[in-house]
RNA sequence: GGCCCGUUCGUCUAUCGGUUAGGACGUUAGGUUUUCAUCCUAGAAAGAGGGGUUCGACUCCCCUACGGGCUACCA
């Protein structure tokens, strides 16, 4: 059977690395199966919907390279795929749950379930609407089928809730934690229809999934305690159940609670694939390569046994295999995710890396030509770790040093710098910039000097610090007469 | 509080009863380089604790501890 599977996120704000991660390992196991990977969007609670989390979803999955295959806006044969316009289909399956008593009306308000709670909580610290109590509300098991109806048709508001069996086992699977039991009896009775007549999660979930022809549903452990009221649900209409896999949650770097917005901001990562309004980067806005982004949240429960960790969406897809999703959650580490994006740069084809260059300098087209481009993307590609990078790292070419670094300066002013600055001016000035560098050496042998203190100053002079690619090969990229001036400006400064 | 899930270097992880417990990030020390970065070499660094089972347990079982998740007419 060809496999189906489903990212169903919820239009609420922000898809964030949990959500990323859940659509990856979908996408993951589709493609590893020749399957479908599917985009529902859940949207049955219109009150937290956000107009613009839809479109973001949509867009954060096509940078990252793993659209779906099904969705709004590009509709199979098992839509719709936005909850909020299957309320028809909904209406069909809770008719059979109340014919034949899967579920039953509760007509308690909300101030009354609210004080049950409150008062239970004070007591035995947790509140539970189930068998043991479901007896003392104002629901349709304690009046008649008549009063039920009058009650209804009078226009009371009302919940539809799950009539949980007393005593039994409920035994679910998972693929990764195998066989999960748990007594009926710690469950609650959850609302299934809203008073507004629209599901909740639980039901619409197992119908969409079912309608959907859902194989394997693939989700974060948040979901874990809901399983056997799903397996219930499925169990009442006689569904097959899908394969069931709960993700292990992706961790704040302290090991302290999921990963989250709060967390992020604090520490100086992005916790979103692209910006969020203005209000939020992204790893797109950070200088990530998408694929590098997917490399590392790839490897946050889950690992290859391939040699090399390093691997395009491809690769995953060729290694990704569930036995090898771990159990427990995994805290995020940034510093190795900038290093994992960092090798993805360094792997990058010349033209690639030239074309980032150009994306991230536009303004170097108006002084180089494709040559030069080429150089200067092949002086600073092994230096750029995030994209961003880029356009600091082509600031030397640009323009001359809008400051001397401190330590620098204090290095070369131990020289006889006035007249070395003269002397590499001469240098400079005479040689073929192809030959610059053996003249240098040359002129050192015959001076009795190191060559550390010409490089250093040239390196002043030039970058205004003493760190950044072979100076020479800079100099030839910027020409001699930029180099000249360079070198003037060093010596006014002193 | 209750229920569920988990626990190997600081972090991500390998190990599927017998290993000097391996790799990667980070870190430390060297080396290469005109500098920094890259790169190379080496080092430090782990089975939560306690009981079993077994000739033998990181691996299987139980308890404890710790961590996480859930506990809405949110998903």
């Given at each position: 059977m060809k496999e189906r599977v489903r990212f169903a996120p919820s239009p609420t704000g922000p898809l964030h690395i949990g959500g990323v991660r859940t659509a990856l390992f979908n996408y993951l196991y589709a493609k590893k199966n020749k399957g479908t990977f599917v985009l529902r969007i859940e949207d049955t609670d219109q009150k937290r919907k956000v107009e613009e989390s839809e479109e973001y979803i949509f867009e954060s999955l096509k940078w990252a390279g793993i659209s779906p295959d099904e969705s709004v806006k590009k509709p199979g044969s098992f839509g719709p795929y936005r909850q909020s316009e299957r309320q028809s289909i909904y209406k069909k399956f809770i008719k059979v749950l109340l014919e034949k008593k899967g579920a039953y009306y509760a007509f308690d308000s909300a101030e009354n379930l609210s004080a049950a709670r409150t008062l239970a909580e004070k007591e035995t610290g947790a509140f539970k609407y189930n068998y043991l109590n479901?007896?003392?509300?104002?629901?349709?098991?304690?009046?008649s089928e008549e009063e039920t109806l009058k009650r209804i048709l009078s226009g009371a508001s009302y919940t539809i809730r799950l009539w949980v069996l007393p005593d039994v086992e409920v035994i679910s699977e998972d693929e990764i934690r195998k066989t999960v039991r748990v007594n009926s009896n710690e469950l609650e009775d959850k609302v299934l229809v809203k008073a507004d007549g629209t599901p909740t999660y639980h039901l619409a979930n197992v119908i969409d999934d079912h309608c959907m022809k859902i194989t394997t549903v693939i989700r974060g452990e948040e979901w874990l305690p809901s399983l056997p009221i799903h397996t219930l649900l499925y169990e009442f209409y006689g569904w097959e159940k899908p394969k069931f896999v709960h993700l292990p949650l992706i961790l704040n770097p302290s090991g302290?609670?999921?990963?989250s917005k709060r967390d992020g901001d604090k520490n100086g990562y992005p916790v979103f694939p692209i910006a969020w309004k203005k209000e939020f980067d992204g790893y797109k806005e950070k200088g990530f390569l998408p694929e590098a982004h997917l490399n590392y949240i790839a490897q946050l429960g889950w690992s290859t046994k391939?040699?090399?960790?390093?691997?395009?969406l491809r690769e995953i897809v060729f290694e990704f295999d569930l036995k090898d999703v771990q159990k427990g959650g995994a805290r995020f580490d940034y510093d190795k995710a900038k290093w994992v994006n960092q090798q993805h740069v360094q792997r990058l084809k010349q033209k690639e890396m030239e074309a980032l260059i150009k994306e991230h300098r536009p303004d170097l087209t108006n002084t180089f030509d494709v040559g030069e481009i080429s150089k200067i993307s092949e002086l600073i590609q092994e230096r750029v770790v995030l994209l961003n990078d880029i356009h600091g790292l082509c600031a030397l070419f640009l323009e001359a040093p809008a400051a001397y670094d401190e330590k620098a300066l204090q290095k070369i002013l131990k020289l006889d710098i006035s007249n070395l600055i003269s002397e590499i001016k001469t240098l400079v000035d005479k040689n073929q910039l192809e030959s610059l560098k053996d003249a240098v050496f040359l002129f050192c042998k015959e001076k009795e000097i190191g060559v550390g203190g010409i490089m250093q100053t040239l390196r002043v002079a030039v970058?205004?610090?003493?760190?950044?690619?072979?100076i020479i090969e800079v100099i030839k990229v910027i020409g001699k007469s930029s180099t000249l001036d360079r070198l003037e400006m060093l010596k006014k400064h002193i």
């Open positions: 479901r007896g003392s509300f104002d629901n349709s098991l304690n009046c302290k609670g999921k990963l391939a040699e090399d960790e390093i691997m395009s970058v205004g610090s003493l760190s950044g690619p072979d």
